[in-house]
């Protein structure tokens, strides 16, 4: 077996400050999706497989965050680009399918769910400032400032140096990348009008030009961009350089290949849409063209 694939079954690192809001959130989540589970009228809100899409998304944060991925990601700037992809393209978009806001304000304690809802409810600055950084473009362009930002040398090489700078850019690529799936998942709370699907084909395939030039770019530099990865011990046989060339084409062919994906997949809920809107149409004609029954008319003898 490669080194590599030995080292990915290392033990985990227990990290309590990842271990915890997780054990809390996840907790939060059963919770509320129970309580749901038990009026009729509200099962679809808290369905199995949003149950199911939930806790993958937040395992994925685990296997991110705590597992060899991590620790190897200061070694290898090839695991360090696997390790935001989890973050980035596979968390945050599960989590939103698992519908975490209806459900995990049902499972708050009652003042706190009612504090909760009246913050999102009414005309209050709470609102107000969600609603303002969750529009569509500011939104993507929050996210492709974060994301593009932290590839910057001296600040990459600055979290791979300072544990609370790495921690705070996984927490805002985390942050930003919830941002950025709001609008394509269509989660709630919905604090704007819902995007037909062909704008949010559009909006995730705007991401994928700066994404694949960035990737590009580091994939092909002849130099070595991040100068921390020149002064650790070097493992598996790669030179930094080429750890570097791997690293920078997992940015520009997997992010790209995803959100092509993601593109994709919308394309066929609209087709299927389509197709579901035909057939009720045809049902709707037929119906009408069937021949109704005349009225009999009793002759009196």
Do not use: C
Not at 38 to 67: D, F, N, P
Not at 81 to 103: D, E, F, R, T
Not at 172 to 193: C, D, E, Q, S, Y
Not at 210 to 223: K, Q, V
């Amino acid at each position: 077996m490669h080194p590599m694939v030995t080292a990915l079954f290392a033990p985990w690192e227990l990290r309590w400050e990842v271990l915890i809001p997780l054990l809390v959130f996840g907790t939060i989540y059963a919770t509320g999706w129970t309580r749901l589970r038990r009026q009729s009228r509200r099962q679809q809100v808290a369905s199995k497989w949003r149950l199911a899409m939930y806790y993958i998304g937040v395992g994925s944060l685990a296997v991110a965050l705590m597992s060899p991925i991590d620790w190897l990601g200061s070694q290898l700037l090839t695991m360090h680009m696997i390790q935001h992809k989890i973050l980035v393209m596979v968390a945050a978009p599960l989590i939103w399918l698992g519908n975490p806001y209806p459900v995990g304000v049902w499972g708050l304690p009652r003042p706190v769910r009612n504090a909760v809802t009246l913050a999102l409810a009414g005309d209050t600055w709470f609102r107000r400032g969600l609603a303002a950084i969750s529009q569509p473009a500011i939104a993507w362009l929050i996210f492709t400032f974060i994301y593009l930002g932290w590839h910057d040398p001296s600040l990459y090489d600055l979290a791979l140096r300072h544990e609370w700078v790495h921690n705070l850019e996984h927490l805002t690529f985390f942050l930003g990348a919830m941002l950025f799936w709001w609008p394509v998942i269509n989660g709630a709370p919905r604090l704007h009008k819902s995007l037909p699907y062909w704008v949010r084909i559009l909006y995730v395939l705007a991401f994928v030009p700066p994404n694949a030039i960035a990737g590009f770019a580091i994939a092909n530099s002849t130099d070595v961009i991040y100068a921390y990865y020149n002064s650790v011990p070097r493992l598996y046989g790669m030179t930094a350089l080429e750890d570097q060339m791997i690293g920078g084409a997992i940015m520009w062919v997997w992010s790209s290949e995803m959100m092509i994906d993601v593109a994709i997949i919308m394309l066929g809920v609209i087709s299927h849409q389509e197709k579901k809107r035909k057939q009720k149409q045809q049902s709707t004609t037929g119906a009408l063209a069937l021949p109704q029954p005349q009225p009999q008319v009793k002759v009196a003898g």
